[in-house]
């Protein structure tokens, strides 16, 4: 029994990924990466957010 199906990404975990790629190929990665830590800014739309069941429902 081999697992066949491949690794799913989330939109959020893809664009994180792609930020740090970004980051390396500008070279600002290790500058990054020693700054002081701050809370993200999500831009992620209304759409993908999750939502309690009950309000889905309704």
Do not use: C, D, Y
């Amino acid at each position: 029994m081999v697992k066949k199906q491949q690794m799913r990404w989330s939109l959020h975990g893809a664009h994180m990924l792609m930020q740090v790629r970004a980051a390396e190929i500008n070279g600002e990665l290790r500058n990054r990466l020693r700054a002081p830590f701050r809370q993200p800014e999500l831009t992620v739309p209304p759409i993908f957010k999750p939502k309690p069941p009950l309000l889905r429902a309704a």
